[in-house]
């Protein structure tokens, strides 16, 4: 065999082994580039899930209202019929309109059950819608006030740190019927009741109530 002959071969040979070594390479720098790609994909889903996350819980804590006081404010001598309570705006909150603020309460027992639900800002103390009038059986101011009475306005903004006050009437639905509200007569000494605020885009307050005496004054907190 001709030395220019074996000179080919080995030209040939480390050819081949030259574009075997490039395949890998490129091969491996695909990979490599598939993997970062994903690994950047992951890595940016899981920031943006943290800062949502972070942004929902900043919102659960501080966009809240804590219940500080609820007492009885009216009853028939056998259930409430209507609880006046006290509130305070969460430290941290900003921009918590009253009618950003919804109530719902809820009463029974084992077999009976029974709702009532608000906003401060637009209904009346038991549901209805506020009415401008002074006719019976109606209700012309938003539900929430402060301390010294004065009502607020359904876009006032309650600010870190406010104190208000607002009514809850077991004792009349949604049409503003007298003694026939759903929790009318599950509001009786030793019944217990379940308040929850909920602020829209922010927090849930929940509160129960329990119901020891029916004298005006008394707390059921």
């Known amino acids: 065999m001709s030395e220019e002959y074996q000179t080919v071969e080995r030209n040939r040979e480390a050819g081949s082994i030259g574009i075997g070594a490039m395949i890998v390479f490129i091969a491996l720098i695909l990979v490599a580039a598939v993997a ?4 950047i ?3 940016e889903e899981l920031q943006q899930n943290a800062e949502q996350t972070s942004s929902d819980t900043r919102k659960e804590i501080s966009g809240k209202i804590n219940i500080i006081q609820a007492l009885v404010n009216t009853s028939d001598g056998t259930d409430v019929d209507s609880m006046v309570f006290t509130a305070k705006v969460a430290s941290g909150s900003t921009n918590l309109l009253v009618n950003n603020i919804n109530w719902v309460l809820t009463c029974g027992d084992a077999t009976t059950y029974g709702m009532v639900g608000a906003n401060l800002g ?4 038991w549901g209805d819608t506020i009415v401008d009038t002074a006719a019976a059986d109606t209700w012309e101011l938003v539900n929430a006030e402060t301390l010294a009475g004065v009502a607020h306005s359904a876009t006032t903004e309650l600010t870190a740190g406010t104190v208000f006050k607002f009514d809850i009437n077991v004792d009349r639905d949604t049409a503003s019927v007298a003694a026939n509200g759903d929790c009318n007569e599950l509001a009786g000494v030793g019944e217990t ?3 929850k605020l909920v602020v829209d885009d922010g927090g849930t307050t929940v509160t129960e ?5 029916l004298t005006a004054g008394a707390s059921v907190v």
């Open 209 to 213: 109530l329990s119901i020891d005496s």
């Open 41 to 43: 994909k992951t890595a």
């Open 36 to 39: 970062s790609t994903i690994i």
């Open 193 to 195: 009741l379940l308040l």
């Open 122 to 125: 637009t209904d009346a103390p």
